[in-house]
């Protein structure tokens, strides 16, 4: 698949390029760029990033990050069946607990939520830091709403985290989900403060807290311009660009018009004159005789 020129591998994470060291130099770049491509469109355009990371797995799938990069693609496209297999082939590599949240959530997109509330309760849990720990809160927390426990799942997102007045890279997501789950057992206007939490947490945009905050006000979000108004806009406006081409085609045909009209005049005068003049010398005939 076609790569920009732009793109040297150099980009990806230090750690990732230590890795690709076991492979040989230009083979190692092959791979770098693939998975520079494969992080560029994850969010964009998974598809295109999944094809990308079949390629760098074809190329060097005995490298952790390699099947990590895989695993995350295929879990972005909706196939857990084969992210799963390939997180479970990087932490045998690796040996990290890293994936453990995300490998559970493939389970509940599998539709096994009882499996991934089984791995909440793993020790590879307390071996997760702060932002995994939270992370699988989330995952089992979802899985009990799957299940359809969802007052256990308001209370499975309760704990120090979410109490906490700090703001940290998962606080939204954390916050959100918490109102959500309590937006589900009807505690509307506890949901209600939540959801304003989570958008005041919210600075990269991640959650869509604020068109739930206008959800529950009763707000509606409608274009200025219906759909009608929009087409004749669009009409008008291919109108005005037909007349705007058109218009030289009939300065010239009015050109045209113009000077045969101009020359008319002068054909018609001249043929006065040659009258008048023809009358002039009959009349002059008829007094000589």
Do not use: H
């Amino acid at each position: 698949m076609p790569i920009p020129d732009d793109v040297t591998g150099d980009e990806i994470d230090k750690d990732v390029r230590q890795e690709l060291m076991s492979l040989p130099k230009g083979l190692a770049e092959e791979v770098a760029r693939n998975l520079v491509m494969v992080a560029n469109l994850l969010d964009e355009d998974p598809e295109q990033a999944y094809a990308y990371s079949r390629i760098a797995l074809r190329l060097a799938s005995r490298v952790a990050a390699v099947r990590e990069a895989a695993g995350f693609a295929a879990y972005a496209t909706g196939k857990y069946t084969e992210a799963l297999a390939e997180f479970r082939a990087a932490r045998r590599m690796t040996g990290s607990v890293e994936l453990w949240p995300v490998m559970a959530d493939c389970e509940r997109g599998m539709g096994r939520p009882e499996r991934a509330l089984a791995m909440a309760g793993e020790p590879e849990v307390a071996k997760l830091d702060k932002a995994g720990q939270v992370e699988m809160r989330l995952v089992a927390a979802g899985a009990r709403k799957d299940m359809g426990q969802a007052d256990a799942a308001v209370v499975t997102l309760q704990g120090p985290e979410l109490a906490s007045n700090s703001i940290q890279p998962w606080t939204a997501r954390l916050r959100y989900a918490y109102a959500d789950a309590l937006l589900a057992v009807d505690r509307e206007a506890e949901a209600r403060e939540w959801f304003a939490k989570a958008l005041e947490a919210d600075q990269g945009g991640m959650t869509d807290a604020s068109d739930r905050l206008a959800e529950l006000d009763g707000v509606e979000f409608t274009d200025a311009m219906g759909d009608e108004d929009a087409a004749e806009v669009t009409e008008t406006a291919a109108a005005v660009e037909v007349d705007a081409d058109e218009e030289p085609a009939a300065t010239e045909a009015e050109a045209t018009v113009e000077s045969a009209s101009v020359e008319d005049v002068q054909d018609d005068k001249a043929a006065n004159d040659a009258a008048d003049g023809k009358a002039s010398d009959d009349q002059g005939s008829d007094d000589k005789s």
